[in-house]
């Protein structure tokens, strides 16, 4: 089994900080580094979002316009964990935020589109106070 589950959300207010982390367990692990990992967010009523992709085997960093420069993604193939440091956060980041694993076939490409990724943690919330 394949399991992907987030942690580090809840209430911050605007201008604030929070590091969301999402730990692998099951196949997954065996090659952590080779998985693009991504991160997205879904607000209520809206679509769920592309925020941040880490590209495998160090194939480099990609962010939304809207969290670039605030956002940064990183992963602790060790940990077997990647991670979401968000910075200056904004209310209307509020949202709830979930990590994903990429198929391993799309090799980085459409990193940005939720469809090529195949398992998915839970989500944890993230709400931004004004």
């Known amino acids: 089994q394949v399991q992907l589950v987030e942690s580090g959300g809840g209430l911050v207010q605007a201008g604030g900080s929070l590091r969301l982390s999402c730990a692998a367990s099951g196949r997954i692990i065996s090659t952590f580094s080779s998985y693009t990992m991504g991160w997205f967010r879904q607000a209520p009523g809206q679509e769920r979002e592309f925020v941040a992709a880490?590209?495998?085997?160090?194939?480099?960093?990609y962010y939304a316009d809207s969290v670039k420069g605030r956002f940064t993604i990183s992963r602790d193939n060790a940990k077997n964990t990647v991670y979401l440091q968000m910075n200056s956060l904004k209310p209307e980041d509020t949202a709830v935020y979930s990590c994903?694993?990429?198929?391993?076939?799309?090799?980085?490409?459409?990193?940005?589109?939720?469809?090529?990724?195949?398992?998915w943690g839970q989500g944890t919330q993230v709400t931004v106070s004004s």
């Open positions: 880490d590209i495998w085997s160090g194939g480099g960093t």
């Open positions: 994903a694993a990429q198929v391993q076939s799309w090799r980085g490409s459409a990193y940005s589109n939720s469809r090529s990724y195949g398992v």
